[in-house]
Structures are given as structure tokens and as C-alpha cells.
């Protein structure tokens, strides 16, 4: 069965850091996609980040620069590092899983599995 388990959200400031991780079970790591959403009340989930299996990333503009989302194969665990959190971060961020590790992708529905979420809240 496949599980992806989102750990790591909090409340932290404005300015602050957290960071995420997303543990995967039940499947293939290395030949896997692995992207990161957030999804702000009353608005649709939206594209953060993701990874290729070889390592390339991509960002949405409003954390590029700030947010960096990185794989380890050998754990099955991938993580994403945010610095410099603003208000307008604020969501629930999901761990998404690709079953195709040679491209990123960008859209909800190029992910075939979701992790629960995981909260996070910048607020002074």
C-alpha cells in the first residue's frame, strides 16, 4: 500500500523557518516524482515544488528563492526547507508522489497519491 506522511508543520513568525518531510512507503522512491502543494482556505491546492528522480526541482515564483525541496532515495524521504516565511504562506502543504521519475510536473492531477497535509501557520 502507498502512504506518504507529511510531518514537520507548525506555527512559527514571520522571517522564520520550518521544515517538512514526507516519508514513503509501499512503493519505488527512486522511480518517482515527488512534488509539494498547499492549499489556503477557500482557495484551490496549488503547485510549491518538485523533484525529478535524477534531482531536478522547479518552483512556483512565490517561493522561489526561499523554499528548496530536496530528495534522499536511500530513505524513501523527501524534504522541503522554508526560510523566510511570510503570512501568505500560510496552508496545508501535501506530499504528492509521480509514478514517472523522469519529469516534473506542475498540475494536481499529474500526481497519482497524496499524503494527509500537514499545517503550517505564519503568524506573529
Known amino acids: 500500500e502507498v502512504q506518504l506522511v507529511e510531518s514537520g508543520g507548525g506555527l512559527v513568525q514571520p522571517g522564520g523557518s520550518l521544515r517538512l518531510s514526507c516519508a514513503a512507503f509501499g512503493f519505488t522512491f527512486s522511480n518517482s516524482a515527488m512534488g509539494w502543494f498547499r492549499q489556503a482556505p477557500g482557495k484551490e491546492r496549488e503547485f510549491v515544488a518538485a523533484i525529478s528522480g535524477s534531482g531536478n526541482t522547479a518552483y512556483s515564483d512565490s517561493v522561489q528563492d526561499r523554499f528548496s525541496i530536496s530528495r534522499h532515495n536511500g530513505k524513501n524521504t523527501a524534504w522541503l526547507q522554508m526560510d523566510s516565511l511570510k503570512p501568505e504562506d500560510t496552508a496545508v502543504y501535501y506530499c504528492?508522489?509521480?509514478?514517472?521519475?523522469?519529469?516534473?510536473?506542475?498540475?494536481?492531477?499529474?500526481?497519482?497519491?497524496w499524503g494527509q497535509g500537514t499545517q503550517v501557520t505564519v503568524s506573529s
Open positions: 504528492a508522489m509521480e509514478n514517472f521519475a523522469g519529469r516534473i510536473s506542475y498540475g494536481v492531477n499529474k500526481y497519482d497519491y
